[in-house]
DNA sequence: GTTCTTGCAAACCCTTTGCACGTCT
DNA sequence: AGACGTGCAAAGGGTTTGCAAGAAC
C-alpha cells in the first residue's frame, strides 16, 4: 500500500493549533481538512471550493481562503506559488521534503526527492541565524526531447 | 570597487535578443533597461513603473509590464513570486546563483549563495532528462533573535 | 451573552487586453 | 506602406474585506 497520509493524525495537530492559538473549531474548518485529505496532487483554492460546493459542502470561498491560511500557517499545508498562476497547496505530509521542476516549455511540473537540499537548507539557516521552518526549491528547465513536453497542452 | 552589473553587455545581449525574435527596438525598451540599471535590488513591475514616471520618462504601465517580461525571457532578468505579493525582479547578473532566506514573522528578505545548488540543479535535471535553465530556492525561516526581526514594520 | 466565524458581494491589487494612434523597419 | 509597439483605460482573475447573521465558547 502507498504511503498515505494518516488523516487523523493531521486532524490532530491542526485541532491542537486552532486550541493553542484560541481560534475556534467549526464545522467548515473540519470540513475543509476533510476534503484537502481526498487530493493527493497539489490544488488551488477555487479548485477545492468547486470541488467542496460539487460535493453539495455549503462552504463559502471565503471560508475556503481563510481555512488554507490557517492550514499553511501551522505547517499542514505547503504553499506554493509557480509561475504567474493562483496559489497551490499540497499536505506537507504527503510527499515530505519534494521540490518541484517546471518546464519552461509547456509549464508542467515534475515532483522530485532530493535529501541534500534540506541539509543545505539547514546549514544556510545555521550561518545565518535562522531557525528553518520550510523551503521551496523550482527548476526551471526543459525537456531534451520536445515531443514529451507536448503532453500537457489540455492542462 | 563593488562587482557592478556591465550595463553595456547586458544591452547587446537585449538588442541581440530582439533582433533575433524578429521585436523591434524601441526608445521605451531601452529606457526600461537603463532605469533598471539603476537598481542593486529586487523591485516590483509597478514599482520601476513610478520610478520612470518620477524621473520624467513617459512609459506606459503596459510597456512596462511587456518589457520585463521580454527581459526575463532571454534571461537578462529573474522573475520572483515571493509570498503574496507582486512578482519581483532583479537583473541576473547582480549576483549570480544567489538565493533567498525569508523570514516568516517579519518578512525580511536575506539573499545568499550557496554554490552546491546549483550543482544540485544540474544533477536532478541530468536525471531526470531536462535541460537547466534557472532556478528559485527560497528558505523560509524564523530569526533567533526576534528583536533582530522587528526592524522592517517600516517596509 | 460575548466574541469569533461565516457567507455574500463588493472591493482590491496586480496584471493583461482592446483599440486607436504612433513609430520602427 | 505595413506591421508592430505604445498608451490609455477598462477588463480580468485571484484574493481579501466589510458587514450582518449565525455559531462556538
Known sequence: MAA????ETVKQTFSDYLRKMKYRS??????VLDRIAEYDRHFS???LYM???NLGDRVSRATVYSTLDLLTQCNILMK???QGESA?????SRMPNHDHLICTE??????????QI??????????????PRTHSLQIFAVCHDPSTCEYNQAE
Open 80 to 82: 506554493h506559488r509557480f
Open 45 to 47: 483554492a477555487d479548485e
Open 106 to 115: 509547456c509549464g508542467r511540473i515534475v515532483e522530485f526527492r532530493e535529501d
Open 4 to 7: 498515505k497520509t494518516d488523516i
Open 51 to 53: 470541488h467542496m460546493n
Open 88 to 92: 497551490h497547496f499540497e499536505l506537507s
Open 118 to 131: 534540506k541539509k543545505i537548507r539547514n546549514q544556510v539557516c545555521d550561518t545565518l541565524g535562522f531557525r
Open 26 to 31: 467549526t464545522p467548515e474548518r473540519s470540513r
